[in-house]
């Protein structure tokens, strides 16, 4: 994060988004390098994700300590924008390109032309930083600028705020009638910004809200990606699997790129990022509903897809959400903090989920027994949990939206004083 805000200073999340967005094509890109490999070689895709991160983190190392102190002008940072959009572009084609064409890669030949043209949308993106270097070249202009996510112009911001608050009458002055309202305004955020030291952090209500939106919402979309084989196994789409991760990771690459929607649409809609993650996790719940209530391959598909896309923006979300609500300075050490109910949310809901398999395996009818492991077969298998993971995701979206209407106020005040 701390090398986002040093080169992006002013788009430090869309930087975010974008570095994050393309985590979500992992799984496709391994399937179609395995297919371009051996498809019939089922332990490629393990040697894939020990070999290909490892040697993405050494290539992208070299350029990292190579780099030279950056003294960055107003014209160049005016850019960002325009170089953004157009990453996000490339990055789109690059997420249809998997998802629409990595259906046809089961033959080997085939694999292997989808994927030079993948690796092909994957390197265009390094051109365009030299394409812009070159028509820049000569520019240099020593400017000030201002900077909303500087930490020191946080500081002077949470300095003046203080200064003038008692000429300001606070927002809980307004209506503190009802004990809805009282509990909505108690110990709320009043500035975005404001440094929160782990300590401070643990005793707000507003990082609990998003603590448990964060459990409740992305990490159980995870947990559902980590059965999803498992899933529709026990539906009976065997051979769909693959597909089946492939439309979840493609899906998950959009979410991330949509969490980048905040900052585009930044001076014409303004709308609080809180609210933008309430909205995110509005097809969690639906999708676990319609997967209790049938089975059918199409609905297996569309809740994938929903979830996929759901728990993508949260995952690329959360980072810039912990930064505002919480202080850039801080970022680091709150979101791993945040972050640590993915652990824990993997080992409950997956042990739900396991309980619940295990328990009807019994009681199925078309039970197999494949190499010493008994595999359930049938909705049954997965519809408690699916009931259960839906009303837990309700509970998130639920916890999102009252976080939502803590910050709102303080998001309004955030865009007065910007513009």
Not at 31 to 57: G, Q, R
Not at 129 to 148: A, E, H, K, W, Y
Not at 261 to 275: I, Q, S
Not at 300 to 309: Q, V
Request: proline letters at 4%.
């Amino acid at each position: 994060m701390r090398i986002h805000g040093r080169n992006f200073p002013s788009n430090r999340a869309l930087a975010l988004s974008l570095t994050i967005s393309f985590n979500g094509v992992s799984a496709a890109l391994y399937t179609l390098i395995a297919n371009a490999i051996n498809p019939k070689d089922d332990t490629l895709y393990l040697f894939l994700n020990a070999l290909v991160p490892l040697l993405a983190s050494c290539l992208a190392l070299i350029p990292i300590i190579r780099q030279r102190p950056l003294q960055l002008s107003t014209y160049t940072i005016n850019q960002d924008p325009f170089i953004f959009i157009v990453l996000n572009v490339l990055a789109v084609i690059t997420g249809l390109y998997l998802l629409l064409l990595n259906s046809l890669s089961s033959e080997t030949l085939r694999a292997r032309t989808l994927l030079l043209g993948a690796l092909i949308l994957l390197f265009l993106p390094l051109c365009l930083p030299g394409i812009v270097c070159d028509r820049n070249m000569g520019f240099r202009t020593n400017s000030s600028l201002v900077d909303l996510s500087d930490p020191e112009l946080h500081t002077e911001l949470i300095e003046k705020d203080q200064s003038n608050s008692l000429n300001i009458e606070p927002f809980s002055a307004i209506n503190k009638e009802g004990l809805f309202e009282k509990v909505m305004e108690k110990g709320r955020l009043t500035m975005l910004g404001e440094e929160h030291p782990a300590r401070l952090l643990v005793c707000r209500w507003d990082f609990w809200l998003y603590y448990v939106a964060y459990f409740c919402g992305g990490t159980i979309g995870l947990v559902y990606s980590n059965n999803l084989g498992q899933i529709t196994q026990s539906l009976g789409y065997n051979s769909k699997i693959s597909a089946v991760v492939t439309l979840y990771s493609s899906f998950s690459f959009f979410g991330r790129l949509f969490s980048a929607a905040p900052d585009f649409l930044l001076g014409k809609v303004n709308f609080a990022r809180t609210g933008w993650l309430a909205v995110a996790l509005v097809p969690t719940p639906i999708a676990f509903f319609l997967l209790a209530v049938s089975g059918s391959e199409v609905v297996l598909h569309a809740s994938t897809a929903m979830i996929g896309l759901s728990s993508g923006f949260v995952f690329s979300a959360a980072v810039s959400i912990t930064s505002e609500l919480f202080g850039p300075n801080s970022a680091g050490i709150n979101h791993n903090i945040l972050i640590t109910n993915i652990p824990i949310g993997s080992l409950l809901y997956g042990l739900l989920a396991a309980l619940v398999y295990d328990s009807n395996v019994t009681s199925s009818v078309d039970k197999n027994v494949l190499q010493e492991a008994i595999v359930c077969m049938g909705r049954d298998c997965y519809m408690q949990t699916f009931i259960c993971w839906g009303c837990i995701s309700l509970l998130g979206l639920i916890s999102s939206f009252l976080l939502f209407l803590r910050t709102r106020p303080a998001y309004d005040d955030h865009e007065t004083n910007r513009n």
